[in-house]
């Protein structure tokens, strides 16, 4: 009950802070460049506004999830907030715990909304795809991830690190395919290296099919409820740690 | 201090005109730049990796870039880096996005005139995409259309016809290749085939066409044959055709598609057809 609580009230929170004011501009993003296209394109309309959609649903969300991550818990210490919760029988880590699930509840909205615009605009056109929900639903699954990766950091850091820090991991995880290439080019130890940091780092790849959605190929389903377990498996593996970090640091 | 609000506005008028200016002449500057903005534009390897997850997007901001960018007929120089811009940038950004092979082999062919180029990209296009019939159709189209090179023409299509979602024309294009390439007994076999598979009227009517003048081309080229070799081992002209086949130059006289025996001219050598042409053909009129 006691991490619900702060769920909640970290999603009011960031309601408070307008950040679905981002829905308009994804909504006025999208409508305005599916006829700005018809102006410029030779063929490919439906293929560059499904495009545009599935990205904006990601980089809204990715900025929603890092810029609203990095701040939740500095935030509750830079007003000392944090002093009146630590001081009651809360457990730090459904501190942290709640604090991610009200993101999480932020995030889902977010992208709830903007998928409904998203198909709305869609069905319009006639080009409503039912495996364009799976590329959404892994979207929200890398969110899930990145959330995981911001609040860690913000557990141990300042704002503007953490930012720093889960924007080059969310870079990381998007090139890391490029270690693969590189082992290949390098022999012994810097091969093992590569391969080490490759199956340790995050693979948000894993997590993206919208170039497999837009082209129209099937999506399988054990693709994506395989993804879907490595996502929230890493998640998980990142909250313990941000949980762990945040058990450690002092307050006084 | 009293000419303070006056300065300025004089000041913030020169300003807003400098700007103005400056804009414009750099706008004019940026249309003399040419091929020089391509110049820089990474290879499509590199651009995967700074686009973070949306090779997709850039791709498509780069496919939309380059038709306003190609569609402008003051860059004399615009096509220097064309084949860049394509194959090397947008095909291995997103190598399943299908149109921007299309438009970039019809720039390359129609506008720059290079129907090399076009057919590398529909190349590389049809081996990323192998289940996409229409590249190797367009390739097969240029070679017919703007080559003639209806050998390698005929390649293209029927690797065309072998993809499903094919459309059946692609088979009567096919045929019709061997057919401008000389090989008048092969083109027969593929309409022949087109024709005894036909699905529609309209299909049996027109392999019919080909099918009915082929024959006839084919038996006339071999009766003429056989007549100027009768007359090389005998030292004069059949008196009729059935003396080719006494003769053991051919093993029938055939008649022609719609029944009616070849005439042949004991006097010159001649045989021809009492049958109208189906089909209106150069030479065959």
Known sequence: MKVLAIALNTFREAIRDRILYLLLVFAVLLIGSSRALSLLTVGSEEKIVKDIGLAAISLFGVATAIFVGVGLVFKEIEKRTIYTLVSKPIVRSHFILGKYLGLVLVLAVNVSIMTACFYGLLLVKGWADAAIASAVFLTLV??????????????FSTPILSSLFTVTAYVIGHVSWGLLMLAERVNGLGRGICHALYWCLPNLERLNVRGMVVHGADVPLDQVLTATVYGVSYTIIVLGLAMMMFRRRDFL | ???????????????????GVSSSRLESMSHREGSASVLYLPSGQYLKVVSLGFPEL?????YLWSIQYYGDYDKADRYVFLEHVYSSVIAELDPHYIDPYLVGAMIMGMEAGDHEMALRLLDKGARANPEEWILPFEA?????????????????????????????????IHAEMFNKMGDKRRSLAHWSQIHDTADSDYVRDISWSHVHDLMIEVDLETLTTAVASYRSLHGRLPAALADLR???LTDRIPDDPDGRPYQYDAATGAVKSASPWRLFRKGNR
């Open chain 2, 140 to 172: 097969g189209f240029i070679c017919f259309d703007s080559l003639g090179d209806y050998e390698r023409a005929a390649g293209y299509f029927e690797r065309a016809m072998a993809i499903p979602g094919a459309p059946p024309a692609t088979r009567r």
């Open chain 1, 142 to 155: 890398e969110l899930l991830l990145v959330t995981a990766i911001a609040i860690f950091f913000s557990s």
């Open chain 2, 58 to 62: 850039l791709a498509d901001v780069i």
């Open chain 2, 246 to 248: 006494r003769a053991g």
């Open chain 2, 1 to 19: 201090m009293k000419g303070g609000p006056i300065g300025a506005g004089f000041l913030l008028g020169a300003c807003v005109a400098a700007a």
